[in-house]
């Protein structure tokens, strides 16, 4: 679920070498040669690169889509979740292109050849931002995860302080932040958590699943209640922010210096089938969450999807007598996949502080750097996600100011700058595309920020608990509901 790499992070190789063993007094054998499929999604081969992709791109803010959805309707959801797909796949091309005529290595080079130290300054700092950003919502979406065991009967029984009318969220979310994400975020290698980029893709692929296939039952029982309450046009003061969100669900441009590097055949051409794919798997994924979430409670207006769902009496949150039992491991995966994928965010952002800050001193007071600096990330995230608990504020700051700036803007602005070395600057057609995206970029970065900063000077919505909600309900619940857990 990383989304980024700073500019110190990427020198950093996580990947496993296999060692090869061989032995000189051992008779010929016959080596059984790698599958056709092995072959096909090998690291540097096309759709090997193309999972890689996929799982730069896709992360947290899946959670929000079908909220960002319900802001501005079916239809203008639809082609705006299109439009950035296609500025996604845009901008890719252009810092390929960018890449191949100027031999960057990184997109921090690449901004600091063609725009100098300052501008390279100021990418740098988005990208830790950005990474504070992620962690903030990470955080909160843990403190998601845990709200509806405060509804426990014997969770409320065993301690009865500890409720959603106490500040119970607060307390559950800084216990489990102190007993396990602290402690794993003191990781000194990275190459220790690398397991959780496979966790988090397959969590993610489960959620979608999981979110489908409810909506489908729901649709069954009663499609009144589901697609019936769907508006494909909806004017609401949330729908300029919900642009950005869906912004941020497309943030990779940064890995793709090293994604196009890690290419068996290193030619445009090849990234440019790359980004396609990704970019078209992305768009699918995140079309049937964010629509299936959307139909699925046409009426709600949680940040997060997962908030809907009810774990304690499913039929609550179901227009199903018998609604699937999928939420709950989704609930699981998904906070396992946080819990790992925290560290991991914590490391880069770490390192490259520690490159800005304490360059000079080398090796001296490194585990007094390695202590504080981690502490510093880690309380300053957890104080901020304490205060502003909505997941989708954090992900419509993040994608209008550093997606807007590092991964639209900058590539439009570079592939400018660098004039016809740049293929679509050879055509009228190709400067218009070129300009356009940096309009894009812009347009949704300045207008959503605005609107998401005035939305959070407004207050907090009043508190949500799907298990008492009864807008969308089928009606009651059941001893079957009490065996679920």
């Not at 102190?178 to 959620?207: D, H, N, R, W």
């Amino acid at each position: 679920m990383t989304k980024t790499q700073t500019h110190s992070a990427r020198l950093l190789d996580v990947s496993q070498t296999v060692p090869h063993f061989q032995d000189d007094t051992s008779e010929p054998t016959d080596i059984a040669m790698p599958s056709r499929t092995a072959r096909a999604f090998s690291k540097g081969s096309l759709w090997g690169t193309v999972v890689n992709m996929c799982a730069a791109i896709m992360g947290a803010g899946s959670l929000s889509l079908p909220d960002a959805i319900s802001s501005m309707g079916v239809v203008p959801g639809a082609v705006l979740l299109a439009l950035t797909a296609v500025a996604t796949h845009v901008s890719v091309v252009l810092l390929v292109d960018a890449i191949t005529a100027t031999g960057s290595r990184s997109f921090e080079d690449l901004s600091v050849l063609v725009f100098g130290k300052f501008t390279g300054l100021m990418v740098e700092l988005s990208i830790i931002v950005f990474q504070f950003g992620t962690l903030i919502a990470y955080t909160i979406a843990i403190g998601d995860m845990l709200d509806p065991l405060l509804g426990m009967p014997a969770f409320e029984h065993a301690l009865p302080w500890l409720n959603r009318h106490h500040g119970g969220r607060q307390i559950i979310t800084v216990i489990f932040w102190a007993v396990l994400m602290l402690p794993l975020s003191f990781v000194e290698k990275v190459s220790s958590l690398q397991i959780t980029s496979l966790i988090g893709q397959l969590s993610l692929v489960y959620l979608v699943l999981a979110v489908f296939s409810h909506f489908v039952v729901d649709l069954a029982a009663s499609s009144g209640q589901t697609v019936g309450k769907l508006n494909l046009f909806r004017a609401s003061p949330t729908a300029i922010s919900a642009s950005a969100i869906i912004m941020f669900a497309f943030t990779c441009q940064v890995n793709v210096p090293s994604l196009y590097h890690e290419l068996t055949i290193r030619k445009p051409a090849q990234m440019r089938a790359v980004s396609l794919r990704a970019c078209c798997v992305c768009l699918f994924c995140y079309s049937l969450i964010g629509f299936a979430g959307y139909a699925n409670f046409p009426e709600s207006t949680q940040g997060n999807i997962l908030n809907n769902y009810c774990l304690l009496h499913p039929t609550t949150s179901s227009l199903s007598k018998h609604p699937p039992r999928v939420i709950a491991p989704a609930f699981a995966a998904i906070t396992v996949t946080v819990l790992m994928a925290y560290p991991v965010n914590v490391f880069p952002t770490r390192y490259a502080l520690d490159v800005m800050l304490f360059s000079g001193l080398g090796d001296r007071y490194r585990t007094t750097r390695h202590v504080g600096l981690t502490l510093v990330t880690a309380v300053f995230t957890l104080i901020i996600a304490l205060v502003e608990t909505r997941i989708s504020t954090v992900f419509s700051l993040m994608g209008g100011t550093c997606s807007a700036f590092v991964c639209y803007i900058m590539p439009s602005a570079i592939a400018y700058r660098l004039g016809e070395r740049v293929s679509h600057n050879r055509t009228a057609r190709g400067r218009c595309i070129v300009v356009s995206l940096g309009i894009f970029g812009l347009l949704v970065g300045v207008l959503s920020t605005s609107t998401t900063i005035a939305s959070m000077l407004a207050g907090k919505p009043p508190a949500f608990d799907a298990c008492k909600n009864t807008s969308h309900i089928f009606g009651g619940t059941s001893s079957e509901d009490e065996a679920f857990l």
